[in-house]
């Protein structure tokens, strides 16, 4: 990514396990919509948690154009954080416990998508993005609705990720103690789709939905 | 919370389907340890992943006393954002698309930890919040770990919380289109356990990890 000397980069240098190649920072932001933003308002810190989804080298969001934490991004320095669980590592020492972890933060200005037919492009992207060939399916967005939505773009420029797997590192001296360690695995996993009561009669379940991408 | 009028409190008000009661706070912050606490370097807004845990009525998290993001966050106003994902909600129109969501935003000062007792105390604390019982089963920490450890503490006083549950609200004439809509609901599972190959023989898998609390 940049490699200007900012205190951004030497905070970079501080993140253990750092994996800065854009394939990575990609599967990472590709495995879940989940995001948080960070922002500030009068110099205070904020951090909302929203959807992104990403096409090429940017990531977008969306919201109410009424949204405060939209307007104050806008054109404004964020820090976009990503982070997936994936277990949780238990040691034979307390400060050995860790948590095997997927996390990508990106950093820069933020930047509102005007044009309205980008904005409906983007929206239908983020719509097929998790349910493939969905957003056709749908009733269109009307005017009112897109200038209702403000979408912000961040591109895939200063950025860092830091990702852990595996079992407990131990102190040497700790492996002959009698206590069990080892990684409690999670994920996220999706149950039985729960039919709106107002589906038309005949209406099943659309192969977008069947082919959603999951999440992890 | 607080009644301050302050811009947090602005920001507060645009929050939809708010819930302010402390209980609602809680069950939110002690159904996941993964948070993201925002906070800023030379005004620059920065958001990092890590684990609370809850006492009272206040949230803590730890790190190495090296990092740059535990530093910059003492005696700094902080956001700490907690969000849990429960579903996709999918309508008939991409607008009226949502998420299912439990989410939880904190601001105030984070204070540092102090006193060598309090913070072994805490840590213990934060294991035993996972893995019941745990904590005493383990390689107790040395003097020289607890220094290497920095812990912060934010009061739940200014906060917000947001939650939606149900299927999706389309408008009124949507409801004719032949449109599957629904809930894909989600959740995080934890997967079979995987022991540390040097566990010693015999040694079988602890009570506190088969009592371990789970996620959501």
Redesign the interface.
């Known amino acids: 990514m940049s490699n200007a000397p900012t205190?951004?980069t030497?905070?970079r240098r501080?993140y253990e396990r750092g994996h800065y190649d854009k394939d990575t920072l990609y599967s990472i932001l590709d495995a879940t919509p989940?995001c948080?933003?960070?922002?500030?308002?009068?110099?205070?810190?904020?951090?909302?948690?929203t959807?992104h989804w990403r096409e090429g080298n940017h990531i977008y969001w969306h919201g109410s154009s009424?949204?405060?934490?939209l307007k104050s991004s806008n054109e404004a320095?964020?820090?976009?954080?990503v982070?997936l669980?994936d277990?949780?590592v238990?040691a034979?020492?307390?400060?050995h416990?860790s948590?095997n972890?997927r996390?990508v933060?990106l950093?820069g200005t933020a930047q509102k998508v005007t044009d309205p037919e980008e904005k409906e492009a983007k929206?239908?992207r983020?719509?097929d993005g998790?349910?493939p060939g969905?957003?056709a399916?749908?009733?269109?967005?009307t005017t009112q609705?897109l200038k209702a939505?403000t979408i912000l773009s961040l591109e895939i420029n200063e950025a860092s990720a830091k990702i852990r797997t595996g079992?407990?590192g131990?102190d040497e001296e700790?492996?002959?103690?009698?206590?069990?360690?080892?990684?409690?695995?999670?994920?996220?996993?999706?149950?039985?789709?729960?039919?709106?009561?107002?589906?038309?009669p005949?209406?099943?379940?659309?192969d977008d939905?069947k082919n959603?991408r999951g999440?992890g």
């Not at 948080?36 to 909302?48: E, M, Q």
Request: net charge neutral.
């Open positions: 205190d951004r030497r905070l501080m989940q948080f933003v960070g922002y500030t308002i009068d110099g205070a810190p904020y951090v909302t948690p959807f009424a949204s405060r934490a320095q964020v820090c976009v954080t982070s669980l277990g949780f238990l034979r020492s307390g400060m416990h948590a972890t996390s933060m950093f929206l239908c983020f719509v998790l349910f969905r957003a399916s749908l009733r269109p967005n609705e939505t079992g407990p131990d700790d492996y002959a103690l009698p206590i069990w360690a080892g990684v409690i695995p999670v994920k996220m996993v999706a149950g039985p789709v729960e039919p709106d009561p107002r589906n038309l005949g209406v099943e379940v659309s939905v959603w999440i």
